[in-house]
């Protein structure tokens, strides 16, 4: 039997994306995981992403579908990441859970493994919280939380500043966006992926 992941993300200047492509390249890694890469649609019109200069980094993940509500139930694990914004997911993120109530209403999610990754303009940009407050909507729709345990030992390497939680992978962009995930970011979101994609084969097969 094979175990199919989702990594569903939004990313607006391709640090998320990034870290999406290191959680799928992870859970690739177990044997009989089928890996899917999509992202959200985009809510802000091209006029404004051009302002905020993220028009021309957005390019490098167009090509990457569009997730279609409908998808999530045909998953065993899905791995969400999200930009944060004030402490909380990215609005285009929000927009599309708040779409999967058709699916809440048949608990069609229920008892499947949900993660979440993360990114943030600073060290202290509300990490944790972005993932925490994520995992509500998670547990209204009954799915297995997982995060990254710290067998994981990227979360405790304290040579440079660094993303990584307990509750998934975060990297941290800079605020002016020029700051791109570090390996040791990226091999905790490898991780991440590779752990949840495990814990899956183990429930479903």
């Given at each position: 039997m094979s175990i199919k992941v989702q990594v569903i993300f939004y990313s607006m200047y391709g640090h998320v994306y990034k870290m999406a492509e290191a959680v799928a390249e992870g859970a690739k890694q177990v044997s009989g995981a089928e890996v899917s890469l999509s992202q959200v649609a985009e809510l802000v019109s091209d006029d404004v992403?051009?302002?905020?200069?993220?028009?021309?980094?957005?390019?490098?993940?167009?090509?990457?579908?569009?997730?279609?509500?409908?998808?999530?139930?045909?998953?065993?694990?899905?791995?969400?990441?999200?930009?944060?914004?004030?402490?909380?997911?990215?609005?285009?993120?929000?927009?599309?859970?708040?779409q999967t109530g058709p699916l809440w209403m048949k608990g069609a999610l229920v008892g499947k493994v949900g993660s979440v990754f993360a990114s943030t303009g600073t060290q202290h940009g509300g990490q944790e919280t972005t993932i925490t407050s994520f995992h509500n909507t998670l547990l209204h729709h009954g799915m297995v939380i997982v995060g990254v345990p710290y067998t994981e030992p990227g979360l405790t390497y304290m040579g440079e500043i660094s993303g990584g939680t307990p509750y998934g992978a975060t990297t941290m962009a800079g605020a002016d966006g020029s700051r791109q995930p570090t390996e040791?970011?990226?091999?905790?979101?490898?991780?991440?992926?590779?752990?949840?994609a495990e814990i899956a084969s183990r429930l479903f097969r």
């Open positions: 992403l051009e302002k905020y200069g993220a028009k021309a980094t957005r390019a490098a993940f167009a090509k990457v579908p569009v997730a279609k509500v409908e998808q999530l139930a045909d998953a065993h694990a899905i791995i969400f990441g999200t930009p944060t914004r004030f402490g909380n997911m990215a609005a285009q993120m929000r927009s599309f859970l708040d040791n970011e990226l091999k905790i979101a490898r991780y991440q992926g590779k752990h949840v």
